[in-house]
């Protein structure tokens, strides 16, 4: 439910039954004989309504909401003068996706930072090329660098780098001696500092490992080399991000829904914001400068004071809303930070051969303080878990806690449940814990979980999905961005295909079909944030929120999934992106 809406909105619901359109399909229009704003015929559009795909002939928007999906035929009497006829010429049309885990605003921040992706996604394969990119933004950029007072790249990979390891101080110097540079990890759990950058952030031989985190030192010292990870990152880089003023805040949240919308979803997350990034986005809704709806979780362990003054709500205004509640619980696995049961197939060098990666909290009581306190305040909980060990740790929270409170209808989501076991499956099911599926990785570090961190067995079972479609289980997939780019037909081709980048298909008896991997972008995905009577499928009475692709996604070949376009992203009715503008 939405109030206040930007686009005019009304409240009306659905009301009138027009006619039946082939089987388990019915045709619905809302207020008979009444004209309405724009009417979409001649393609394929997928309704989202069924355990199989139903096909409408025309769907028609009035108000920023659905007033009939059926049969062409059944349209006629509701145009009138004042109504917009769209040809769809062939393309496909379907509901807008709904974004099951991702940081939008930080997904900005990566569009306007250096671009370290590896190809496809970027350019930077070695060290040498790093650099090369970083001087060229820095020549590009120095009003925003003298602004900030930092230089910042995102997206290296050092998996993919052919030296097969980080950027170290040393190399980040060649950028600047005298300004710190940070450049982000992909996986955003790491990151690199230059020895000014470890300056500033008081990195010295004497600082010891903060909790949840380590300092990476130069081999034979106690010297840092620049590499941080998890919690050792993390409070510098907040330092850093504290320093953006109101506007900077503004402008890197537009990009983040820019680069959305130009994929086709019509609803954000923002997956684990800080007090500032949160009113950012309510700041942006009151000065009607949203074009999605955005759904903004909290960390719960860094801005709890702020969770339990302004709460949370399944209603937006002016599409924003409090969704819940962010917690994470690990690392990941591609940089060994991921807590898991059994050892890294290969750890890194210094670690011993049982390493198995760490928590982000050690104490059993204390996260099932934390779950405690989100239930006992009926926030949805988000929980980061990527080990197989941190996977317990969330579900035994969640049995204690749910014996003393009982069940109720809290949506509690795993997020990314990569390494989830057989036996945990059943044990969320009885929870009714949600998984959220990161399918991506299979292709993006399928190869390096098979070879490196995993191994085979383990390596084919990351983001399980068939285990969970078996056990009458329905899931959403993510894209995480700015992990990977928010590419919704990226998300897909992962879910369906799990082909890696050198080709090999990682865990087949995992894969789904497009119809499933489609459900897990759109009524799955609504459905994760209570937004499934709103969003997800189309449906009279629902969001006229769409999306329009130049292919059927059900209709051609699954290794051509990921080359599918986005047309035109529609919300309520208002076009938010045009491929061709």
Known sequence: MTINRRKGLVAA????VAASFGPGLT???DEAGKSVDIVYTGGDIITMEGDAPEYAEAVAVRNGKIAYVGPQSGV?????EGTRQVDLDGKTLLPGFFDAHGHIWNTGFQALAANLLPPPDGEANDIASIIDIMNKWVSENQAAIDKVGWIVGFGYDDAQLAEKRHPTAEDLNKISEDIPVILLHQSTHLGVMNDKALEMAGYTAETPNPAGGVIQRVEGSQKPNGVLEEMALFTPLFAVLAQLDETA?????????????????????????TKPVAETWRSLANSDELILDI???????????YLKAVGTSHIYNNGFRIAGAKLSLDGAIQNFTAWLSEPYKEPLPGQPEDYNGYPAIEEVDEVQKIVDTAYKNNWQLLVHTNGDQTSDQLINAVRAVTQERGMDDRRTVMIHAQTVREDQLDAMKELAIFPSFFAMHTYYWGDLHREVTLGKERAYRISPAQSALKRGMIFSQHHDAPVALPSAMAVLSAAVNRTSRTGDVIGPDQR?????????????????????NQKGSLKTGKLADFVILDQNPLKIEPSSLREVKVVETIKEGATIYNAQD
């Open 13 to 16: 619901l659905t009301i009138t």
């Open 27 to 29: 045709a619905w229009a």
């Open 76 to 80: 006629a009497a509701l145009i009138g």
């Open 249 to 273: 805040n503004l402008t890197i949240a537009k990009a983040g829904m820019k680069a959305y919308a130009a994929h086709g979803f019509t609803t954000g997350q923002e997956g684990r914001a």
């Open 295 to 305: 759904d903004v979780y909290p960390d719960i362990r860094g801005d709890l004071d």
């Open 512 to 532: 789904v079909s497009a119809y499933d991997g489609l459900r897990a972008l759109t009524i799955w995905a609504a459905y994760q944030g209570y937004q499934e």
